[in-house]
């Protein structure tokens, strides 16, 4: 990390909560795409949100932040860990417009696997709208597989609901599973 990717000017770097301000902009501006991810402009922040996304980026038992600088040290990309219990996460990202369909996206997830790796986390999961190709082509080509469509799942300020894509990314194949047979039912 902090390396110079061949070919194209960023850097992927761990951030912290001093971040926050180029991160939320960085955010805004995706979200008023209105488009790719959750959050819808104009963003709001509480100041117990704002809080608990510092305390993601500051304290390894709540999160991780993953930011990518170009040359001219401008935030071009972020992706956030946040921790879901003590064994899993779930991630949420972009890249800024003009930089994308450059590895930006690849670089910054590969060093958030390799955390969570590190964390001994068990998996990983995000949700994707299910119009987001290039999202849905990232996660797939880090080995993340769809898990499930969850069906007018999210309300959109217009009044619409948006269905999402769950993906996950297990990282523990190891321990045993339930050994139970599932129910005739979902079978
Ligand atoms: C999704 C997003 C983060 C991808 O970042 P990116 O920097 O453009 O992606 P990369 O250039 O690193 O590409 C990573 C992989 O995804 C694939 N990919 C990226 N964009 C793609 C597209 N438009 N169509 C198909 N595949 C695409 C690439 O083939 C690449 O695979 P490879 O590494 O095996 O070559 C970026 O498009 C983005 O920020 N979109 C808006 C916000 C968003 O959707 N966030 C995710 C919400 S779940």
């Known amino acids: 990390m902090g390396e110079q990717a061949p070919g194209f000017g960023f850097s992927v770097r761990r951030g912290s ?49 993953f930011l990518a600088n170009d040359d001219t040290a401008q935030l071009v990309g972020y992706l956030l860990v946040t921790r879901a219990g003590a064994e899993r996460a779930d991630l949420s990202m972009a890249v800024a417009t003009a930089h994308r369909g450059c590895g930006v996206g690849g670089a910054l997830l590969d060093a958030a696997v390799a955390w969570c790796r590190a964390a001994a986390l068990s998996k990983i999961s995000c949700q994707v709208w299910p119009h987001n190709g290039a999202a849905l082509a990232l996660y797939r080509s880090r080995g993340f597989l769809i898990e499930g469509r969850l069906r ?16 996950g990314l297990v990282l523990d194949e190891y321990s045993p599973g339930s050994g139970l047979a599932d129910a005739e039912v979902i079978r």
């Not at 501006?29 to 819808?40: D, M, N, S």
């Not at 999210?154 to 999402?164: A, C, K, P, V």
Request: proline residues 2%.
């Open 17 to 65: 909560s001093i971040d926050f301000d180029a991160v939320s902009a960085l955010r805004s501006a995706v979200a008023a795409e209105g488009l790719w991810i959750g959050a819808e402009a104009p963003v709001e922040w509480t100041t117990q949100r704002r809080e608990a996304w510092c305390r993601t980026a500051d304290d390894e038992d709540h999160g991780a932040w």
């Open 152 to 167: 007018r799942h999210w309300r959109r300020r217009n009044g619409q609901l948006w269905d999402t894509i769950t993906m």
